[in-house]
């Protein structure tokens, strides 16, 4: 016995049209107006859109930042992940240095075994280079489906030098695999944030300051020349600001090749909300991210590099760490705040409402980067980010007239805020199913099984442009 969603509009990268699907053993099996139905569960989805399950490519669930960890482990997080419509993450194995990845992804293995609501797969994290990572990264991509690998032009504890960028994106290029780099000058941040501190500006609002988009474009610049020696493409990670995105439009005329993605933060919230310069109240803390919140007309150049098909993917970076008991640690100095905010509950809702809705990007240019990009892109299509037969049934249904409003205290993720606090939503989802259950109805996860599967992933099918 199977499963029939029956009469909603299904939407992909490129259609949209009313059909019924039908699922059995975790697939979609068939697709039509005039399919065979036997026994089957009839779930009727009329008026409501189905969307493949959404893809949040970036996420640090129970990261240890050396002062804490963060507020959601992988049970909460990946809970709160298919409450909000995405049915699959890939997270970031942290590489402490001295450590060989393997011991990291053996750490990241047992936090996951049995743990996750959602399916999820791994990137691996670099923070330093020598022979024996170079040969593990082989090993990573052979043995343990890692095909995507990050690191970091800032954070003492995680960058590396243009010569480790350099000597690892030759060997991406031999291993066909791809690197996501945090782009921001960590020279410069560390400088600035000596100064700032010595002027004794230690209010969040510095945050932003230390590290301004001229920070971002800088290692954008360094990063796409050092792709551009060795000729294959790099992942510029989070994108936030109007002039990083120039830069990569420049480099991409000299030949650059670059996949990029932004973040639901950088399209919907701006620096205002660091505060005033002195003030007392520390609720900018919240706001504490890196790259920081840009000013307000960044918004829309964001979401018009992603509606021309500039930017590939919107990811979350989802990183939430308490205001109380976490974020507080920075009391009295803005640099000691953990770095990060929380985002894969409401990346689905807040593309569809606001971008959607809003006629930033049409809803097939939503499908893309939520889910199709990223699952080509990271080595997973057509099982997941598609709805056609064969394909896992990853399937979100979106009713437009459904409001619903973003609040910390409706959601799952464990964190004591939001920053899309009071944010309206039109629309929002009816049911999730993860290849083939029903896990979800109206925003609420049925039970407590832990159905996620790791995904070892193959390489990127994702033309770069
Ligand atoms: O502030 C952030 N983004 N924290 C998470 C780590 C990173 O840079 O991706
Ligand atoms: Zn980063
Ligand atoms: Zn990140």
Redesign the pocket.
Known sequence: MGKVLKGGTIVTSKETYIADIRIENEKIVDIGTNIEITGDEIISVKGCYLVPGGIDA?T?FD?D?GITVTADNFQSGTKAAIVGGTTTIID?VNHVRGNTLKQSLEEYKNKTYNKCFCDYGFHMSISQWNENIEKEMEYMVKEEGISSF?M?M??ENLKVSDGSLYNAIKKSKELNVLIGV?CENGDLIDERIKEFKSQGKLSPFYHGEVRPPMVEKEAIGRLLSIGQLIDYPVWV??LSSKLGLDEIEFQRKQGAKVIVETCPQYLVLDKSLYGKKEDKNFQGAKY????PLRKKENNLVLWNGLSQGNIDIVST?H?SFNYKGQKDLGINDFSKI????PGVEHRMLLLYNLGVLENKITLNKFVEITSTNPAKIFGMYPKKGELQVGSDADIVVLNENKPFKISYKNQVQNVDYTPYEGIQCKGSIEYVFLRGDKVVINGKVLDNKHRGNYIKRNKSSYGVK
Do not use: R
């Open positions: 970036h640090h990261l930042v970031f990050k970091y800032a954070y945090h990670v989070h504490v991210i890196s790259p970076d990183c953990p770095n990060g905010g």
